[in-house]
Every structure is written in structure tokens, then in C-alpha cells.
């Protein structure tokens, strides 16, 4: 009877391994040894929760509609002078429209994005000349946003007096802590709706009570910018 029990046991502990494994593979497309945290030693830490800004849509049509996308540096406490970020439109098909848009916010600075289709007549980079652009050459596409900073540590804080650098300034170079504001613009009546960002400075954050962290000790829950 034991020994049925046992095996029983071994079965259940099998089986939600199994279903663990399935799961993760289902609905992430990171591949299973990526260390999604952001840990020092995480080099890259790509997929990492807090080292992303997301938006869960955006959208082009020909000559009726595109995206914009205006990301800020609002000269906080803890903000590098200078962060630097990339952008990705992904298609609903997993794929990139275009090529990414990489540049870099300086303190008070505003930069602009547009994700258009390579034939827009009126929104290019002639009509444009100080903003960035995502052009594809579908003239009908969606999906959504991924924004990645530059560097490869974000959490880490830059101090210029003790690198070569000095005119970056001290701080934290990190793209969560910019601000992002953006909308699918419909053309044809001049309106359109609000884009959603996660991750960026305007969400809270309840940090774990882990190495490199940040955290009550009586746990409350966290609020701010999505650094530990």
C-alpha cells in the first residue's frame, strides 16, 4: 500500500513539472535558460520585467492611420543626464516592422517616435527632420511596443567622477524611469486613442525581498519607479 502511494506521489510531482515546463513555453517567447531577472550579474537581462517598457498596441494603415510616440526626461533625482533606448514595433505576426528606433533622451528633453508605413506622404523624416521613425513596408500592421534601454546594466548607478565619461552626469541610466505618452492617430478625422505604457515611471512597483532590493520591512506594498 505504501508503495502505491508512493508512486502516486511520484506521479503528481512528475506531472506538475510537466505542466509547469508546458506553461512557461506557452506563453513566453524567451527561451527557457534566459534569466528574466535583474540582478547585476544578469548581462543582458532582455526579458527581464523591470528593465522593459511595453505598450500593448500600436497600429499603421496607409494613408489612415500611424502611431506616435513622445518619451520624456523630466530631470528627476537618480536620472542620468543621458539614457539612451531602443524601440521595437513587433507585429501581431511576432515579427519587426521596420527597424527599431535607437537614440537618446536628454535631461529635459521630449523625443519624438513615429511608426508609419515607407510611402506616409505627409509624416517622414523630410517633413520631420528631429524625430525618430519606425517604417515598415506593410501599409496595414499592429502589434505592440518593446522598449529596451541601452546599456546593459540599468541598475546600476553611473557615477562620472570615477570614469572616464564626465559629461553624462550621475545617476541611473535606466529607460523605466522616462516617461512615455503616445496614440494611434486616425487621419481621416484627425483623432485617435491613447496608447498604455507599462513599466515606465507613472506605474508602482511591489519589489521582492531579495539580494539588491529595496524593500519595507514590514511589507507594504512599493510604489515608483521600477528600480531595486
Known sequence: MKIKYLKRYLIGIAMTAFLAISAGNAFGDADTTTNATRDYLDADGQWANNFMVVSPYWQVEGGGSYTFVAVSHSSLSGMNSQIGLTVNAITSAKLAYGTAATFTVGAGETKRVFIISTNHSTINSTSQTDAAFIAGT????????????????????HQATKLAATNLGDGFRDSTMLSYWGSVIVEANTTGFAMEFIGDMNDSVTLPTGYMSHFSSDNMMASGVNLN
Do not use: V
Not at 506593410?138 to 548607478?157: A, C, D, V
Open 138 to 157: 506593410t501599409n496595414f500592421s499592429y502589434g505592440h511596443i518593446r522598449i529596451n534601454p541601452q546599456t546593459s546594466h540599468p541598475m546600476l548607478k
